[in-house]
């Protein structure tokens, strides 16, 4: 069976933005890749897309009373006192079980999210997945992993948290890197 990975960039607006993409199999080993416009995709079994990491934020809030089940319809407002727009304009999902009293949850904006599933669904493609870019890189047991390409990139923190970093130099860490590490 194979799985199309589709990149969603920051800078994907509509079923006319390129995407990157790789045809993998199973193993993961990549059959074929480049980028193109969905419609002009390789269709595999199932397809993945894969957001970037400044599209994602990750947050551990104090989980509410109830079951699970019950907190699915909550998320959004979870979510809210550590986000900017309204909670309506968010899209919340819970990223793992609560530990210590806390829940994890990753955050989009809905708006952006929508618009990817109706392009793939319009391209005849079966988006079966979302993910961050972030959560791609393999954890070491408690410590970091961090993705730098010289300019920008991101960093893992945990088993549900991650972070996009702003801009840095050979000289200069990012700033989120530094807040992290103070």
């Not at 080993?29 to 599209?55: D, F, M, N, W, Y």
């Not at 079951?67 to 909550?74: E, H, I, L, P, Y």
């Not at 793992?96 to 392009?119: K, N, S």
Request: hydrophobic content about 40%; aromatic content about 8%; glycine content about 8%.
């Amino acid at each position: 069976m194979s799985v199309l990975r589709i990149y969603f960039s920051t800078q994907w607006r509509d079923s006319a933005s390129q995407c990157a993409w790789a045809l993998c199999e199973e193993s993961g080993a990549v059959l074929q890749s480049g980028s193109g416009t969905l419609a002009s995709l390789p269709k595999g079994k199932e397809c993945i897309g894969i957001l970037a990491p400044e599209r994602t934020v990750f947050l551990a809030v104090k989980a509410p009373p109830g079951t699970r089940r019950q907190w699915k319809t909550a998320l959004s407002f979870l979510a809210e006192d550590q986000t900017l727009p309204d909670p309506e304009e968010n899209h919340v999902v819970l990223c793992g079980a609560a530990e210590q009293g806390r829940i994890f949850l990753a955050v989009t904006e809905r708006a952006w999210m929508r618009r990817i599933v109706e392009a793939c669904r319009a391209s005849g493609l079966q988006l079966r997945r979302v993910l961050s870019e972030s959560m791609l890189l393999p954890r070491n047991g408690t410590g970091w992993r961090m993705a730098w390409n010289g300019a920008g990139g991101f960093i893992r923190t945990g088993a549900y948290s991650a972070q996009a970093l702003d801009a840095g130099d050979a000289d200069t860490p990012p700033v989120a890197l530094r807040l992290l590490l103070e």
